[in-house]
């Protein structure tokens, strides 16, 4: 039974290039969570979605930042422009679903972004 | 005030210490407690739920204080393999049911 995945696992990027991450999230979840985590920080909350909607982007920068999680294929994570304060690493995590109490969330090996 | 909210460390403590953190939260509607470990930058891994009753798994129990709102995680005879950052989440029952980290709290295991 796969777990969380998350690919790629580091991407480079220059300045001004869009960067694309991918989540799969455990089979039989069907709630996804973007988190980034900056050198030497915590976990940040930037994204939650379930299939086809977003539930909370409340932690998303306004601007270059966008996911999604479409019907078919896995949740994607995209910045626009990429400068380089977005260098961390972006974490999925997936859980069952909100109406279930304990109910756990696993995570993804992260995607590393350096922008150079 | 910070949702939830750790003390950073580094504890540092010798093989076979007991050693114990505490993790306040501040909405009170939050509904479930989970205690994570992440070595190193990885990802963080589940290491236990937290539950009303207090809970047991092998070395580590976790405790929770509605009242007080806090939770704590107490790990004894400490392994050098239990050197991790140990990350409070707690997740609320009123808006969209999302997971809140605290920033982690540092233990280093000392041969």
């Known amino acids: 039974n796969a777990g969380v995945m998350q690919n790629p696992r580091h991407l480079v990027r220059r300045r001004g290039q869009e960067a694309r991450l991918r989540c799969s999230p455990m089979?039989?979840?069907?709630?996804v969570y973007w988190y980034r985590q900056l050198p030497e920080e915590g976990l940040k909350f930037m994204v939650y979605?379930?299939?086809?909607?977003?539930?909370?982007e409340s932690g998303m920068p306004k601007e270059r930042f966008s996911a999604e999680f479409p019907k078919e294929g896995p949740s994607i994570l995209r910045i626009q422009q990429v400068v380089r304060g977005d260098s961390a690493a972006y974490f999925c995590?997936?859980?069952?679903?909100?109406?279930?109490?304990?109910?756990?969330?696993?995570f993804g090996q992260g995607t590393r972004l350096t922008v150079v | 005030r910070k949702e939830v909210e750790q003390d950073p460390g580094p504890f540092n403590v010798p093989e076979g210490a007991t050693v114990a953190f505490n993790c306040t939260y501040s909405?009170?509607?939050?509904?479930?407690f989970f205690w994570y470990r992440q070595d190193c930058r990885k990802e963080p891994k589940l290491l236990m739920s937290?539950?009303?009753s207090g809970n047991e798994d092998g070395r580590f129990t976790a405790q929770l204080n509605r009242a007080s709102q806090y939770i704590s995680l107490l790990i004894r005879d400490s392994k050098l393999s239990d050197s991790a950052t140990y990350l409070c989440?707690?997740?609320?029952?009123?808006?969209?049911?999302?997971?809140?980290f605290g920033t982690g709290t540092r233990l280093k295991v000392l041969a």
């Open positions: 089979k039989g979840h069907s709630h």
């Open positions: 989440v707690v997740r609320p029952t009123s808006g969209t049911y999302k997971y809140i």
């Open positions: 937290v539950y009303s």
């Open positions: 909405n009170s509607a939050s509904q479930s």
């Open positions: 995590a997936s859980s069952r679903g909100w109406d279930t109490a304990n109910t756990e969330a696993f």
């Open positions: 979605l379930q299939k086809e909607n977003i539930i909370d």
